[in-house]
């Protein structure tokens, strides 16, 4: 009996990994925008295609674009990262890829960054283009918008044309002492 729990126990462990090895993913494309769920119209498409194309050329950091309707119960950060990588976004020797991936069935929206570019486009930015770009958009229910701002964010902050917060006045309520 005892030789049989940690032989189950490695059979679950290989069943486990199996299971993530075999994650369900779309197939490589050769498109930075890339709507499985149809939500974007084909000139929407082509503008932002045409955009991430434009500075791709002029920057050689490649964003891409991916709704989908859900990540089968997988974590959306996770899943964006292995996508990225079976997709082999940005350039390798850089390591300068973002992915910007919509679930919109599972209401997540992750930006994965490659390490080469976390510099210009630190999780904290990311949050920042998800909370300030997207989702006001999305709960409008206008996801070009959405994905249209977030996309010239990532575009401004790689270039390093930051937008600056707006400065609190000081005084009364201010918080300064």
Do not use: H
């Amino acid at each position: 009996s005892r030789i049989r729990i940690p032989a189950m126990a490695m059979l679950l462990c290989l069943l486990s990994i199996a299971t993530v090895l075999g994650q369900d993913f779309p197939e490589t494309s050769n498109r930075l925008v890339n709507d499985y769920t149809n939500t974007l119209t084909a000139s929407q498409k082509q503008l932002l295609e045409q955009k991430l194309l434009a500075f791709e050329d002029s920057a050689s950091t490649q964003i891409a674009v991916v709704m989908m309707n859900s990540t089968g119960g997988y974590d959306i950060s996770d899943y964006a990262v292995r996508l990225a990588k079976k997709w082999g976004i940005g350039n390798k020797k850089y390591n300068n890829g973002i992915l910007l991936l919509v679930a919109l069935g599972d209401r997540a929206v992750t930006i994965q960054t490659g390490y080469g570019i976390e510099g210009a486009v630190p999780d904290a930015i990311a949050y920042r283009i998800i909370e300030n770009d997207i989702k006001p958009a999305f709960r409008q229910g206008d996801y070009y918008k959405g994905v249209d701002d977030a996309t010239s964010s990532l575009i401004s902050y790689t270039k390093g044309e930051y937008k600056a917060d707006p400065k609190q006045p000081k005084g009364k309520g201010s918080g300064s002492v």
